[in-house]
């Protein structure tokens, strides 16, 4: 189209129109953000295969793993075995700002990185703990449940970076040394969150089935593998486009995850990059908390044969 608009060689449509339902925002806000957030955002997704949320003008969102037969050519890519569908993904590889740019287009809202980079997969990079309150909940909750998190990594000597999911809760990143397995790493994951629940059971509580929790914080212990996360700085199809924004410990008593949103942002942020700032450096794994992952059952599959189990019980057999 004659005319139109192109950033970073990246032909543009469409600009005005609203991003989605209740976003308050334009797709030409989106591309601002991106745009903005650059480097920052291109840091935490920079090698890593990328799955993406995208929102189609009356349509719901859906997530996008596969890049689609149209994508260019100058889009960076690989391959990925993915066991669960028993198939090969073709993944972008966001690592430039062209290529961001192109996936706001697309109407890419959210951006979901793997745990591993794609040079040394499946070797995972951080373990993450996801703490999402229960309906009824509130962000403090969220809060009250990341520092279970933190008291618990501290017992082993760890440390994590924190940030706001972009919805209601909180990420916990712990940045862990090359090599370690998708297992121990797993396995220690679940270690974490075990070990925080038990600092305050009234709080937190692993039980993956949603009607176990009773009212308390999910300390989610099952981003590993092949899982991927809201990068930090990526938006949210949230009403007013939330932003998973990075924080310090010491600030979580004072903001609420509608305080970061891709208009907010900008002006929040300036020239800094916090999450950068805040994550330790990459950390070694006691053994002992590997050892005890080991102990504790895989949270889906335990929650697969217990639905079972009650299900038998509700027919009487």
């Not at 601002?32 to 990328?50: H, I, N, T």
């Not at 990925?80 to 062209?98: F, G, M």
């Not at 989610?220 to 199809?237: E, L, N």
């Amino acid at each position: 189209m004659a005319g139109a608009e192109r950033r970073h060689e990246v032909e543009l449509s469409n600009l005005d129109q609203p991003l989605f339902d209740g976003a308050e925002a334009t797709k030409r806000d989106l591309l601002d953000y991106l745009e903005f957030a650059g480097e920052r955002l291109l840091r935490v997704v920079r090698g890593r295969p990328l799955s993406v949320v995208r929102v189609r003008p009356g349509q719901a969102p859906f997530t996008q793993k596969n890049l689609p037969k149209y994508t260019p050519e100058w889009v960076s890519r690989t391959t990925v075995w993915a066991e669960s569908s028993r198939r090969e993904i073709t993944y972008a590889l966001c690592d430039d700002l062209r290529t961001l740019i192109w996936f706001g287009n697309q109407r890419a809202v959210e951006f979901h990185p793997t745990l591993f980079l794609a040079e040394s997969a499946p070797e995972p990079t951080h373990l993450v703990l996801d703490l999402d309150p229960s309906p009824g909940q509130t962000f403090a909750d969220a809060v009250a449940g990341a520092r279970l998190i933190q008291r618990a990594l501290a017992a082993d000597g760890l440390t994590g970076a924190v940030k706001t999911s972009g919805s209601k809760g909180l990420h916990v990143f712990v940045p862990v040394v090359p090599g370690i397995a998708v297992e121990d790493a797993a396995a220690a994951t679940r270690a974490v969150a075990a070990r925080a629940e038990r600092i305050d059971p009234a709080i937190g509580t692993t039980a993956f089935i949603r009607e176990d929790r009773h009212g308390k914080v999910f300390l989610d212990a099952t981003r590993s593998g092949g899982a991927t996360v809201a990068a930090a700085y990526s938006p949210r199809i949230r009403p007013g486009v939330t932003v998973s924004f990075p924080l310090r410990w010491a600030d979580l008593d004072d903001v609420t995850p509608s305080d970061f949103t891709v208009r907010t942002v900008p002006d929040l942020l300036g020239d800094s990059d916090p999450w950068q700032s805040e994550l330790p450096a990459p950390q070694r794994l006691p053994l002992d908390l590997i050892e005890e992952g080991h102990t504790i059952p895989v949270a889906r599959v335990q929650a697969m044969h217990e639905g079972k189990r009650r299900a038998k019980a509700r027919r009487g057999e």
